[in-house]
């Protein structure tokens, strides 16, 4: 299992993408007591998750594909 605490640019963590090679599968998990804003920028991750889901990328890519998309 892998996982990425993700933080928004005010340093508040807005969720984890995990990821399972063993169960094939891949997620989204958004902390409870988020603001607006903060929900907004984890709704912009789901996203790109789902995307990246889309595209086919093996469950256990995700993580780096979706940090890498960030820094594009």
Do not use: C, F
Request: no cysteine; net charge neutral.
């Amino acid at each position: 299992m892998q996982y990425v605490r993700v933080a928004a640019d005010t340093g508040v963590v807005i969720g984890y993408v995990w990821a399972s090679a063993e169960d094939d599968a891949a997620g989204w998990v958004t902390p409870p007591g988020l603001g607006a804003a903060e929900v907004n920028a984890a709704a912009a991750w789901l996203r790109r998750l789902r995307d990246a889901k889309a595209r086919e990328i093996a469950p256990h890519a995700l993580p780096a594909e979706l940090i890498r998309d960030t820094r594009r």
